[in-house]
């Protein structure tokens, strides 16, 4: 090994490091596009990868009053079943874009698409 | 000992790297969202900054503000004794036509800023409607139609004016037997706001509180950058009519699609009259944007309950109060003060100036 090839290894092993210190800080966790994000009590139980051609799908969620079912076709879902008393989660239908989420407030399951959202917020 | 001091020399200069890193990466300013069931609703906290563990400590003490405001104003809670014993408005509907209640210093000034805009919208407005919200059975297990004769009776009981605040008592006093406080149009907003002037008060100076569409922000959303917050379709959920720009304020909306009940398969909203007893038509959205979320939230359905033209004009004697109204034949109005604040861009079957 020539001095050139020692110095080259130590700036190489310097970068591996580099990139290790920093992928450490700055990849937490992400949630990438187009994915559904069911939460039960404010914790994510279930992520989906959301195809477009996909065929109907269901899932149990056990939420916090009982067993739900959430269905997803394509890039929809819904809520297919709940043990909530006021239904409103179920006869909300599909959703399909970020800016919906079904809310079940007595079963406390909250569904969503996480995808690059144009807002910050919406009010309605 | 040429290569000793060329490994010296690249180790310190990785070591300062490395350090360096750290700090810039502690700079960076992150988000900590969270999340709780509270007031029938849905409510999360996003807050910015460096240190996490302040954020956290913040969010659980805007958290435990809104929880005490929930207690306070519930209406229905679940079936324990501590649950009741905890909230004023119950007390205050149970002592009805037999004696004042002493009340927390919240909830007298929730009841105070009602009074006034009972005054103001000259009754349209009147959080003593709640005999007939339980008559509909809005909250409730069973709902139904009541007949003309019932709601002449629960309308009876419906009088803001009947309802008898001592400054110096702290106290309320519903003065006849069978009223009912039903504080859904106020106590959302208000605890939003309170939990903002705890986040506030602990430091935070970027923060977005939503309790299922009742927001309100702290500071900007980045430096040259408002916090951008999109407006419903009212009748297509999946699209905004429009978005708003705003820093350090609230926005809350009231919509005819909100909240509402099917019987014999027609849909009644819970945005009822003071006089009728029924839903109120003249509106089908009033998305109103101020300073402060209890005012934003009592407004929206103080609005909501006004014919369009009169809401415009109620709304332009107030201080900085902005409106984004749809009316029943689907005609967006906006107030003058929010242009440039806000892209409308609805769907056809809207129209507007």
Known sequence: MTRTDQ?????????????????????HPQVSPSQVVIKVEGEIVKILTLQEDAPLQRFTIKGKRGQAIVETKGQKVRMLEAPCPDQICVKQGWIESSRQTIVCVPNEVVIYIDEEASVDATTG | MKKFRLA????????????????F?????????????LMDTLVSISTYGTDTDFLQEAT????????????????????????????????????????????????????QLAQEYNRLTEGAFDVTIGPVMDLWGFGREKQKVPTASELQKALALVDSRKLILDQKAHSAFLNKKGM?????????GYAVEKAAQVLEKEGVEKALINAGGNIRVLGKKEKWKPWKIGIQDPRT????????????EAVVTSGDYNRTIQIAGKTYH?????????????????????RDAAQADLLSTALFLLEPQQALEFAAKLN?????????????LCSPGLRGKIELRPGEEYSYD
């Open chain 1, 7 to 27: 110095k080259l290894l130590l700036v190489l092993l310097l970068i591996g490091l580099l990139t290790f210190v920093w992928s450490k800080f700055y990849t």
């Open chain 2, 8 to 23: 010296l020399v690249i180790i310190s200069l990785g070591l300062v790297l490395g350090i360096g890193i750290i700090f």
């Open chain 2, 25 to 37: 990466a502690q700079s960076q300013e992150r988000e900590l969202m969270r999340e709780e069931f």
């Open chain 2, 60 to 111: 659980q003490k805007a958290f435990l503000e809104i929880r005490r405001i929930a207690d306070l104003t519930n209406r229905f809670p679940l079936p324990s004794i501590t649950a009741a014993a905890l909230s004023d408005v119950i007390r205050i509907n149970e002592m009805a036509g037999i004696k004042p209640v002493v009340v927390d210093e919240d909830v007298f000034k929730m009841l």
């Open chain 2, 180 to 188: 009912a406080l039903d504080l859904g149009a106020v106590a959302k």
């Open chain 2, 237 to 248: 959920p999946s699209a905004l009519m429009g978005i708003l720009s705003l820093e350090d």
């Open chain 2, 270 to 290: 819970h945005l009822l009259s003071s006089q009728t007893g029924y839903p109120v038509g003249y509106n089908i959205s009033v998305t109103v944007v101020t």
């Open chain 2, 320 to 332: 900085k109060v902005e409106v984004v109204l749809v009316t029943a034949d689907k005609k967006i």
